[in-house]
């Protein structure tokens, strides 16, 4: 099933919805294409492209900011599947400032890392075990969320997510 990115009048992403759903808004006149898959979909009175990315015709109050949920996948998505140790393949996570030791449970605390650096590491901080972060653990951009709900983005996006960011 294909997935459209929503925008709103302002080009803020708003949400990630099925191709099905934005074709509807853009029916319904209350979404414009932006960029579309290629795709036609055939009717009998019309063909119509399925769309990619969709504009809203009005402004939607977001009501808040929202932080992204922290969860593997969004720790593995930030920091790109790479261990923060050594630079290698990231196949586990680690608190930089231990749990066992008062350390929270956070985004800022929390670095994907290969085995081996992970079981280096143990219990101790990085200054104790000898290690360096390759970046600090930061709280993602505010669009991440689009990169953790689909399993692949389509290029089409990503002039829309840099625009946000």
């Not at 930089?96 to 085995?115: I, K, L, Q, Y």
């Amino acid at each position: 099933m294909h997935s459209a990115l929503v925008l709103n009048a302002s080009y803020e992403p708003l949400s990630v919805v099925s191709s099905r759903r934005a074709t509807c808004l853009v029916l319904a006149q209350k979404a414009e294409v932006l960029e579309d898959d290629g795709i036609v979909l055939r009717s009998e009175s019309f063909n119509i492209v399925q769309p990619s990315v969709i504009r809203l015709r009005y402004m939607v109050k977001v009501p808040y900011v929202g932080r992204s949920s922290m969860s593997r996948r969004g720790i593995f998505a930030r920091d790109e599947h790479r261990c923060q140790y050594c630079g290698g393949h990231a196949d586990s996570i680690d608190h930089v400032f231990p749990r066992s030791r008062g350390g929270p449970h956070t985004w800022e605390n929390v670095a994907a890392a290969c085995t081996p650096c992970n079981r280096t590491k143990r219990d101790r901080t990085p200054e104790e075990a000898g290690m360096e972060l390759v970046r600090p653990c930061r709280v993602p951009r505010s669009t991440s969320w689009i990169v953790v709900s689909v399993s692949s983005m389509p290029d089409t996006w990503r002039p829309y997510l840099s625009m946000a960011s």
